[in-house]
T-cell receptor, first 113, second 112 residues
Framework: AQKVTQAQTEISVVEKEDVTLDCVYE???????LFWYKQPPSGELVFLIR??????QNEISGRYSWNFQKSTSSFNFTITASQVVDSAVYFC??????????FGTGTRLQVFP | EAGVAQSPRYKIIEKRQSVAFWCNPI?????LYWYQQILGQGPKLLIQ????????DSQLPKDRFSAERLKGVDSTLKIQPAKLEDSAVYLC??????????FGPGTRLTVT
């Protein structure tokens, strides 16, 4: 069965600190996709990244970076030099052949000035 | 390019009443999804359409929820009758290709 676990319910940091959000997934498929979405207080889900199961290269986009490790079934997300605007709930999600997204329970990140 | 549109943004109803939500996907997107997001949880897929047809409705409570997608464009999700546990945000998403879903702003439903 597919499952996504985000063990960190809430994280609080001070601006400019680095922060890592953890994501562990379970799937029996060899072909799957992993995602991160941001949900700011406005409520809309904002797509951040998609990674397929055959590409374990880490990715960096500005202050954001993602570390995908199949050996530990993890897809962690790091924000470098966090800013107040990064405050949101972040969701990790898994998709298999059917394209249905299975979401974790989310991690609420609060960045204080 | 216009995003996924949803209305209304907020709705308050009493239990046992009916309610309907509307979604207009991004132009050209063949696949449309409805998700339910209960407070403190991640979104859960209710139903997935590919053009007019239903791909997955395994988690849709069919005794009270129904959804349709007329002409493969707009979609309506209905709850009749509503229960207290239906209080949630209902998110619509669309995609033009596998694994690229774009979400609308959601409809926040409160059932009293």
């Amino acid at each position: 069965a597919q499952k996504v676990t985000q063990a960190q319910t809430e994280i609080s940091v001070v601006e400019k600190e680095d922060v890592t959000l953890d994501c562990v997934y379970e799937t029996r498929d060899t072909t799957y996709y992993l995602f991160w979405y941001k949900q700011p207080p406005s409520g809309e889900l904002v797509f951040l990244i998609r990674r397929n199961s055959f590409d374990e290269q880490n990715e960096i986009s500005g202050r954001y970076s993602w570390n995908f490790q199949k050996s530990t079934s993890s897809f962690n997300f790091t924000i470098t030099a966090s800013q107040v605007v990064d405050s949101a709930v972040y969701f990790c999600a898994l998709s298999e052949v059917t394209d249905k997204l299975i979401f974790g329970t989310g991690t609420r990140l609060q960045v204080f000035p | 390019e216009a995003g996924v549109a949803q209305s209304p943004r907020y709705k308050i109803i009493e239990k046992r009443q009916s309610v309907a939500f509307w979604c207009n996907p991004i132009s050209g997107h063949a696949t449309l999804y409805w998700y339910q997001q209960i407070l403190g949880q991640g979104p859960k897929l209710l139903i997935q359409f590919q053009n007019n047809g239903v791909v997955d409705d395994s988690q849709l409570p069919k005794d009270r929820f129904s959804a349709e997608r007329l002409k493969g464009v707009d979609s309506t999700l209905k709850i009749q009758p509503a229960k207290l546990e239906d209080s949630a945000v209902y998110l619509c998403a669309s995609s033009a290709e596998l694994f690229g879903q774009y979400f609308g702003p959601g409809t926040r439903l409160t059932v009293t």
